[in-house]
């Protein structure tokens, strides 16, 4: 799992029936405290998040799976949840409601 950034979304021709009506978002993974740390991968979305959001992303096929309830689908990178907040050390570093990023 990792913390990523919404960045964008995409649109694509291709047809695979496990991704009708899912949207794919570019994601930007993050450190806890919002530092870029790897390249940009796209991710289904699960939650209905959106540019901007901060989210938990699982990155293994099988978990992916599971949780779309398709044991054969060509999934591996899935977007399962928004980050409200972070605290590290007892300090709070990313809060959504502050507007951080």
């Known amino acids: 799992m990792f913390l990523a950034?919404?960045?964008?979304?995409?649109v694509s021709p291709v047809q695979i029936p496990i991704l009708d009506a899912k949207k794919l978002l570019v994601l930007r993974p993050v450190t806890p405290t919002g530092e870029r740390t790897?390249?940009?991968?796209?991710?289904?979305?699960?939650i209905g998040a959106g540019?901007?959001?901060?989210?938990l992303v699982i990155d293994e096929g099988n978990s992916s799976r599971q949780i779309l309830g398709a044991p054969d689908a060509p999934v591996k990178t899935l977007i399962v949840g928004f980050v409200d907040s972070v605290e590290l050390g007892g300090e709070t570093v990313y809060d959504s409601s502050a507007g951080q990023s």
Do not use: E, L, Y
């Not at 950034?5 to 995409?10: F, I, K, L, Y």
């Not at 790897?38 to 699960?46: H, L």
């Open 38 to 46: 790897a390249k940009t991968r796209i991710g289904i979305d699960t």
């Open 51 to 55: 540019t901007g959001d901060r989210v």
């Open 5 to 10: 950034d919404v960045v964008g979304t995409v």
